[in-house]
Structure formats: structure tokens, C-alpha cells
């Protein structure tokens, strides 16, 4: 009698409850995603540019595939949400515990003379929203580096990860640096199942080449991806964080797509 | 500031004068911040107040209001408010050891604007349990809380451990680990947050 009582006052409380448990729950749908310029506009990105005129501007040369592609410049001064950056979004494409893909086409223009490091994509973190948080905390507190980037350094793409939200000097690079040329299309693939756990796990092709190392069986590199549950969300374009840049930079984007398979992706 | 400080330390004086006050016999406010949580800094604010324990029935009210993002309590992204009802087996003078449950309402407020959130305002019924004691100038305090909610529970433990700095003051640590449960899913999270604070009896 008491544990029917007592199943009956869970039950009574349970009914009471209108909400959802605070947490993330896993393997949610995501958006797929295709943004190959083709529209003429850059409708469906969230754009993180000072003047989308001057930084994110449609033409039809050089282009990867279609009959447009992104011109995506970056200028000096060009300083927006606390960093030197011209980057596009696509929101909800990296939840707890999903499996994604995810590809891109760039292009290094000819012209490119900086030798500092910079991010053409990035997978950067999000405020843990169900537990109260949000982006400008009072006080301030430092950013830190995305949890999983590509980054252009000096002609070559190095894949970058940091496993530690409160430090900036816990960055580390997945396989090998590979050389870039300019004034050539390159197409990326990125494989994936971001968790907070080392079940986490990404593996990348760049021209149909895997670009991660080998761990004995696969390419995938395990590691920890997010930084809590609120997931990520995907940018690409040029980003500085705070050093800017001393020239005037341009990368061609063509074929961005976000999907649930290699083949929905690659460009 | 200069004036600041002298109001702060009159009235501190005052105080210091007065009989010791008692988390059962008397009323209190307490602020405290949190500024850790899991592996990464986040400020949060805590303003409770406690309410003395009404002797005829041996039941206490509290009331916790959180404010998150800020150490400075007024918050643009999220506040809980959480009042609840314990019975206490003690009801004069706190001894070495002694216990409360109650009820309660955890009502979560959710004012971010950002498509990539998904977190909604809602209120959940809580369930608490306390084991307290007191020693000397320490008090010790383990409740523990339950919420249900329509897909899943949590459980969370909240020792605190205070320190009769004066009469009407104490300092505390309070510690606060959350597992929250979606059963249907075999999902869990561990939340894990550290604060600090003072508490007032009047």
C-alpha cells in the first residue's frame, strides 16, 4: 500500500511538472544545410561582417561549381563582436551528441600576403543556455579558442583543437600542417559526432584525401568537442580574434553544406 | 566609499553587541556569488531569505532568488526563484544534530533572445531533505533536493558549511552537484557549482 502511495505521489508530482529536465538531450535533428551562393544573396547565414557591401560579396570568378561563389575579404580595422573577423554562421548544425558532415570549398586568392594565422572555419562553443547562461556575462570573461577550427597559417591549413574553455594556451594540432596553394579550389569534408565525452570523434578529407591521422583502424580523432551541452555552431570566412590584420585579405567560398552523409556534402 | 565603509563598520559595531541569532529563532538574508561551475568560470547570485521556524508547527518558509551571468544580481539572461516549505525537528536552538524536509517550486525564468537557445521558463516541483548541525561557531548543513519534471528528475546535494563570524553573520562554502536524469533516453549530466557568501539574522 505504501509503494503504490508513494509511486501514486511520484506520479501526482511528475503530472505537476511542466517543464522539460535542464539538459540537453542527445542525437536531436539537426539542420542540413546548403549555401552554394547560387540565389545570388546570402539568405539562410548569419553574417558576422562590419559592411556585407565591402566583406561578403556574390561573384561569378572564381567559382568552385554554379555560376557564383563568396568573396570574403577581410580589410584591416574590420573589428565586429569582439574580433577582427568577416564570418558567416549556420546555427544548430552541431548538437549534443550528433553525427554530422560537413563541406566547404575555398579558394586562397593570389593576392593573399599575410603570414599570421587565420581561422577559415571554426566550430566555436555556445553559452550553456538551459543553465542560465548567455553570451556577455557581467563581468566579462575571456573568450577562449573554438573547440574544433581550421586555420590558414603562412600557406599551409593546420586543423586546431582546445579542450579547455578557460585557457587560450591549450590549443593543439590534429595530424600534419598541409600546404595550401593559392589561386586553387580545395574541397573539405568534416565527419563529426560531437559530444562532451571522449566518444567525441572527427575525421576531415581535404580534395578527397583523409587529413587526420590514422589511430590503427580509422582516421578519426578522438577527443572531447564540446565544451558543454549546448553544442556548437559552424562559422566560416576569415577570423583574427583580436590581432588585426595588417593587409587586406581575400578566400573564395563555394559549396557550403551541412548534411548527414559524405556524399550531401562534399563539393 | 570612505562613508561607506564607516556606515558598514557602525552598523556591523551595533550588531556585534547583540545576543547570538540562530538560523531556527530568527529571520536572515543571505548573498552569496558562484563563480565556478564545472571547469570554467561563470558568475551567479544567490539572495535568500529564511524565515525563523514557526515553533506552534515546527515549519520554516525560504525563499532563493538566483540571477545568472552577473555578480551584480540585476541579470539580462536568466533568474530562478525557489520557495519552499520544511518542517524542522528543531525548532529553539540548533544542536549538534538535527533534520528538515519540505516542499517546493523551482521556477526557472529564461530571457535570452538567441535562435541557438532552447531554454524555456517553466516550474517543476521540488522535494527537500536536510541533515544540519552545529558545533561551536560551525554549522553544518547537507540538504539534498529533488525535482521532477515531465520527462526526467534531478537530485541535487548542497553542502554548505558556515562560520559564526559575529552574532548576526556568518560566512559560508556551499557546494551544489546536480545529476539531472531523462530515464527514457539513458541520458545524465553532472552540474557542479561553487559559492560563497554571508548571511544576515535579524
Given at each position: 500500500?505504501?509503494?503504490?502511495?508513494?509511486?501514486?505521489?511520484?506520479?501526482?508530482?511528475?503530472?505537476?511538472?511542466?517543464?522539460?529536465?535542464?539538459?540537453?538531450?542527445?542525437?536531436?535533428?539537426?539542420?542540413?544545410?546548403?549555401?552554394?551562393?547560387?540565389?545570388?544573396?546570402?539568405?539562410?547565414?548569419?553574417?558576422?561582417?562590419?559592411?556585407?557591401?565591402?566583406?561578403?560579396?556574390?561573384?561569378?570568378?572564381?567559382?568552385?561549381?554554379?555560376?557564383?561563389?563568396?568573396?570574403?575579404?577581410?580589410?584591416?580595422?574590420?573589428?565586429?563582436?569582439?574580433?577582427?573577423?568577416?564570418?558567416?554562421?549556420?546555427?544548430?548544425?552541431?548538437?549534443?551528441?550528433?553525427?554530422?558532415?560537413?563541406?566547404?570549398?575555398?579558394?586562397?586568392?593570389?593576392?593573399?600576403?599575410?603570414?599570421?594565422?587565420?581561422?577559415?572555419?571554426?566550430?566555436?562553443?555556445?553559452?550553456?543556455?538551459?543553465?542560465?547562461?548567455?553570451?556577455?556575462?557581467?563581468?566579462?570573461?575571456?573568450?577562449?579558442?573554438?573547440?574544433?577550427?581550421?586555420?590558414?597559417?603562412?600557406?599551409?591549413?593546420?586543423?586546431?583543437?582546445?579542450?579547455?574553455?578557460?585557457?587560450?594556451?591549450?590549443?593543439?594540432?590534429?595530424?600534419?600542417?598541409?600546404?595550401?596553394?593559392?589561386?586553387?579550389?580545395?574541397?573539405?569534408?568534416?565527419?563529426?559526432?560531437?559530444?562532451?565525452?571522449?566518444?567525441?570523434?572527427?575525421?576531415?578529407?581535404?580534395?578527397?584525401?583523409?587529413?587526420?591521422?590514422?589511430?590503427?583502424?580509422?582516421?578519426?580523432?578522438?577527443?572531447?568537442?564540446?565544451?558543454?551541452?549546448?553544442?556548437?555552431?559552424?562559422?566560416?570566412?576569415?577570423?583574427?580574434?583580436?590581432?588585426?590584420?595588417?593587409?587586406?585579405?581575400?578566400?573564395?567560398?563555394?559549396?557550403?553544406?551541412?548534411?548527414?552523409?559524405?556524399?550531401?556534402?562534399?563539393? | 566609499?570612505?562613508?561607506?565603509?564607516?556606515?558598514?563598520?557602525?552598523?556591523?559595531?551595533?550588531?556585534?553587541?547583540?545576543?547570538?541569532?540562530?538560523?531556527?529563532?530568527?529571520?536572515?538574508?543571505?548573498?552569496?556569488?558562484?563563480?565556478?561551475?564545472?571547469?570554467?568560470?561563470?558568475?551567479?547570485?544567490?539572495?535568500?531569505?529564511?524565515?525563523?521556524?514557526?515553533?506552534?508547527?515546527?515549519?520554516?518558509?525560504?525563499?532563493?532568488?538566483?540571477?545568472?551571468?552577473?555578480?551584480?544580481?540585476?541579470?539580462?539572461?536568466?533568474?530562478?526563484?525557489?520557495?519552499?516549505?520544511?518542517?524542522?525537528?528543531?525548532?529553539?536552538?540548533?544542536?549538534?544534530l538535527y533534520f528538515s524536509g519540505g516542499i517546493g517550486l523551482d521556477t526557472r525564468i529564461r530571457?535570452?533572445?538567441?535562435?541557438?537557445?532552447?531554454?524555456?521558463?517553466?516550474?517543476?516541483?521540488?522535494?527537500?531533505?536536510?541533515?544540519?548541525?552545529?558545533?561551536?561557531?560551525?554549522?553544518?548543513?547537507?540538504?539534498?533536493?529533488?525535482?521532477?519534471?515531465?520527462?526526467?528528475?534531478?537530485?541535487?546535494?548542497?553542502?554548505?558549511?558556515?562560520?559564526?563570524?559575529?552574532?548576526?553573520?556568518?560566512?559560508?562554502?556551499?557546494?551544489?552537484?546536480?545529476?539531472?536524469?531523462?530515464?527514457?533516453?539513458?541520458?545524465?549530466?553532472?552540474?557542479?557549482?561553487?559559492?560563497?557568501?554571508?548571511?544576515?539574522?535579524?
Open positions: 500500500m505504501k509503494i503504490v502511495n508513494f509511486s501514486l505521489f511520484i506520479s501526482v508530482l511528475t503530472i505537476l511538472s511542466c517543464g522539460k529536465v535542464p539538459s540537453e538531450e542527445p542525437n536531436q535533428a539537426f539542420e542540413h544545410f546548403i549555401g552554394d551562393f547560387e540565389v545570388g544573396n546570402l539568405n539562410g547565414f548569419h553574417l558576422l561582417v562590419p559592411d556585407t557591401l565591402v566583406n561578403t560579396q556574390i561573384v561569378n570568378y572564381p567559382v568552385r561549381k554554379g555560376l557564383y561563389a563568396l568573396k570574403n575579404t577581410l580589410n584591416p580595422g574590420d573589428y565586429i563582436n569582439n574580433g577582427y573577423r568577416a564570418e558567416l554562421a549556420i546555427y544548430n548544425c552541431a548538437k549534443y551528441k550528433t553525427e554530422v558532415y560537413y563541406g566547404f570549398s575555398f579558394f586562397i586568392d593570389t593576392a593573399y600576403i599575410d603570414q599570421e594565422y587565420n581561422l577559415i572555419c571554426q566550430w566555436q562553443d555556445l553559452p550553456n543556455y538551459l543553465m542560465g547562461e548567455d553570451w556577455e556575462p557581467n563581468p566579462v570573461l575571456h573568450g577562449s579558442p573554438p573547440p574544433l577550427a581550421l586555420v590558414y597559417l603562412d600557406g599551409k591549413l593546420e586543423i586546431k583543437m582546445n579542450e579547455n574553455p578557460t585557457n587560450n594556451n591549450s590549443t593543439f594540432i590534429v595530424g600534419s600542417p598541409i600546404d595550401v596553394a593559392k589561386g586553387t579550389w580545395n574541397d573539405i569534408v568534416f565527419h563529426v559526432y560531437w559530444s562532451d565525452d571522449d566518444s567525441g570523434y572527427f575525421e576531415a578529407w581535404m580534395n578527397g584525401n583523409l587529413i587526420t591521422p590514422s589511430n590503427g583502424t580509422t582516421n578519426r580523432f578522438y577527443n572531447a568537442n564540446i565544451f558543454n551541452r549546448s553544442g556548437n555552431y559552424f562559422k566560416f570566412g576569415q577570423y583574427r580574434g583580436k590581432e588585426n590584420t595588417a593587409h587586406s585579405n581575400t578566400i573564395y567560398f563555394d559549396e557550403v553544406k551541412v548534411g548527414s552523409s559524405y556524399n550531401e556534402v562534399a563539393p | 566609499m570612505k562613508t561607506l565603509l564607516l556606515i558598514a563598520s557602525i552598523v556591523l559595531s551595533y550588531f556585534s553587541f547583540c545576543q547570538e541569532k540562530n538560523s531556527l529563532t530568527d529571520h536572515s538574508i543571505s548573498a552569496d556569488f558562484g563563480s565556478y561551475r564545472n571547469k570554467y568560470l561563470f558568475p551567479i547570485t544567490n539572495i535568500t531569505y529564511q524565515s525563523p521556524v514557526f515553533s506552534k508547527f515546527n515549519l520554516k518558509f525560504s525563499g532563493r532568488l538566483r540571477s545568472y551571468g552577473t555578480l551584480y544580481f540585476l541579470s539580462n539572461s536568466a533568474y530562478d526563484i525557489t520557495p519552499i516549505l520544511s518542517y524542522y525537528t528543531q525548532s529553539e536552538k540548533p544542536t549538534s530571457l535570452v533572445n538567441d535562435e541557438r537557445s532552447f531554454a524555456v521558463s517553466s516550474a517543476e516541483p521540488l522535494f527537500a531533505l536536510g541533515i544540519h548541525s552545529k558545533v561551536k561557531k560551525f554549522h553544518f548543513q547537507l540538504p539534498i533536493w529533488m525535482r521532477f519534471y515531465s520527462n526526467g528528475n534531478s537530485l541535487s546535494i548542497l553542502p554548505e558549511i558556515s562560520f559564526q563570524v559575529a552574532d548576526r553573520f556568518t560566512i559560508y562554502v556551499r557546494d551544489e552537484l546536480t545529476r539531472l536524469s531523462i530515464p527514457q533516453l539513458n541520458s545524465t549530466e553532472l552540474r557542479h557549482d561553487i559559492y560563497v557568501g554571508t548571511s544576515f539574522f535579524f
